[in-house]
């Protein structure tokens, strides 16, 4: 009976005797609902295959089962059959009890002469993130370089998302400077630092230094540019700024950057909080017709709605006494909109609003977001 229950490794479970094969089958196929008859049948096997304790500590795991598990890795300890794979579980398991004895798994790995692995690393390192402990990450990686643990994208990645859970920009920047490739996943996690710390010049300067490297952007690296933004307590300008360097870079916007956009715009929470009526009665129009113009962009682009835009289009439906979002025009369902500057052949200024995708031009403006103004040729 071979397996794949999709660890870290592209490795396959094996049991050689078939009976067992079924059990772990069973075990993988119905999952946490079927502990108790699960680890009753494992308890009456006399010689349990490697793969099959493997997979039982993986159920322990899901299933919250901190003695039981820790009962099976002793009897595996004994029996001198422990795999990396099978501490992988268990250091996510003991990292329910304390970060500090998911820690001593690794010693006590190299006690049964196991060499820890990456993916023991990054299951500690989960632990660390869930506890936002930014020391005991730096910690863990000193040691990784003295035992010298190959340096993955992943580990970094891993190592700098719970520095930059703690607001720390520089701290989380200074993991740049190693040996491993840097990719536009380790930029994010500076961003997510400046986000932590509104930090918003960093993070301006920081898209343009992972532009300068050749790391393009993606939605989270705006998303994160979007909140130091706000957390910044920056307006209108600077975050229609961010907005044309995205469209510049060609980044789509996803439901997840919609949302922290039009809280930006409303001054609301994005999470934890219930939105009522009376948290937009005080805002400005101009903000008002701002976060139109956003709903009628996501649903140009046909993005799926969230809780939080589900109920903002409510209010600003029902409050603003706003004709319904999904009616509007093509004209106003554009989300390429441009104000046009120039002057006539007698010198006096002029503007017209002009719509990329559709060509249209028309002098009024066309009452959803204009992403740029330009001087007319």
Request: with cysteine.
């Given at each position: 009976?071979?397996?794949?229950?999709?660890?870290?490794?592209?490795?396959?479970?094996?049991?050689?005797?078939?009976?067992?094969?079924?059990?772990?089958?069973?075990?993988?196929?119905?999952?946490?609902?079927?502990?108790?008859?699960?680890?009753?049948?494992?308890?009456?096997?006399?010689?349990?295959?490697?793969?099959?304790?493997?997979?039982?500590?993986?159920?322990?795991?899901?299933?919250?089962?901190?003695?039981?598990?820790?009962?099976?890795?002793?009897?595996?300890?004994?029996?001198?059959?422990?795999?990396?794979?099978?501490?992988?579980?268990?250091?996510?398991?003991?990292?329910?009890?304390?970060?500090?004895?998911?820690?001593?798994?690794?010693?006590?790995?190299?006690?049964?002469?196991?060499?820890?692995?990456?993916?023991?690393?990054?299951?500690?390192?989960?632990?660390?993130?869930?506890?936002?402990?930014?020391?005991?990450?730096?910690?863990?990686?000193?040691?990784?370089?003295?035992?010298?643990?190959?340096?993955?994208?992943?580990?970094?990645?891993?190592?700098?998302?719970?520095?930059?859970?703690?607001?720390?920009?520089?701290?989380?920047?200074?993991?740049?400077?190693?040996?491993?490739?840097?990719?536009?996943?380790?930029?994010?996690?500076?961003?997510?630092?400046?986000?932590?710390?509104?930090?918003?010049?960093?993070?301006?300067?920081?898209?343009?230094?992972?532009?300068?490297?050749?790391?393009?952007?993606?939605?989270?690296?705006?998303?994160?540019?979007?909140?130091?933004?706000?957390?910044?307590?920056?307006?209108?300008?600077?975050?229609?700024?961010?907005?044309?360097?995205?469209?510049?870079?060609?980044?789509?916007?996803?439901?997840?950057?919609?949302?922290?956009?039009?809280?930006?715009?409303?001054?609301?929470?994005?999470?934890?909080?219930?939105?009522?009526?009376?948290?937009?009665?005080?805002?400005?129009?101009?903000?008002?017709?701002?976060a139109k113009g956003i709903l009628r962009q996501m649903e140009h682009l046909k993005l799926r709605n969230t809780k939080l835009l589900r109920r903002v289009k409510e209010l600003l439906e029902a409050d603003l006494d706003a004709e319904p979002l999904s009616a509007a025009s093509p004209e106003?369902?554009?989300?390429?909109?441009?104000?046009?500057?120039?002057?006539?052949?007698?010198?006096?200024?002029?503007?017209?609003?002009?719509?990329?995708?559709?060509?249209?031009?028309?002098?009024?403006?066309?009452?959803?977001?204009?992403?740029?103004?330009?001087?007319?040729?």
């Open positions: 009976m071979v397996m794949d229950i999709g660890d870290e490794k592209p490795e396959r479970l094996r049991c050689r005797d078939e009976e067992q094969g079924k059990l772990m089958e069973e075990i993988f196929a119905k999952g946490r609902y079927n502990w108790d008859a699960m680890f009753e049948a494992y308890g009456n096997i006399n010689n349990p295959d490697p793969a099959l304790a493997t997979a039982v500590l993986s159920l322990a795991e899901k299933c919250g089962k901190v003695k039981e598990a820790f009962d099976v890795y002793a009897e595996l300890r004994r029996r001198k059959e422990l795999t990396a794979r099978m501490c992988s579980h268990m250091i996510r398991i003991a990292g329910r009890v304390h970060s500090a004895m998911a820690h001593a798994m690794l010693s006590d790995m190299r006690v049964c002469q196991l060499d820890p692995t990456p993916p023991n690393y990054l299951a500690l390192l989960e632990i660390y993130k869930k506890e936002k402990d930014a020391e005991g990450a730096r910690i863990l990686w000193q040691e990784m370089l003295k035992d010298s643990v190959p340096q993955t994208e992943v580990l970094l990645c891993s190592v700098m998302s719970v520095v930059a859970k703690s607001g720390d920009v520089a701290g989380t920047e200074a993991f740049l400077l190693t040996d491993c490739p840097i990719i536009t996943a380790h930029f994010n996690c500076c961003l997510d630092a400046c986000h932590v710390a509104g930090d918003a010049d960093s993070a301006l300067r920081i898209l343009q230094e992972m532009q300068a490297a050749n790391c393009k952007p993606d939605v989270i690296s705006y998303n994160s540019a979007l909140g130091a933004l706000d957390r910044a307590g920056k307006g209108k300008e600077e975050r229609d700024r961010l907005l044309e360097d995205m469209q510049r870079n060609e980044v789509k916007p996803n439901e997840l950057f919609v949302e922290r956009h039009i809280a930006c715009v409303l001054r609301i929470p994005q999470q934890g909080v219930e939105l009522r009526p009376e948290m937009l009665q005080t805002l400005p129009q101009e903000a008002m017709e701002e106003a369902s554009s989300v390429d909109w441009v104000k046009v500057t120039g002057k006539d052949d007698v010198g006096s200024s002029i503007e017209y609003f002009w719509d990329r995708r559709s060509g249209l031009t028309q002098w009024h403006h066309p009452g959803c977001q204009v992403n740029e103004t330009v001087a007319a040729a």
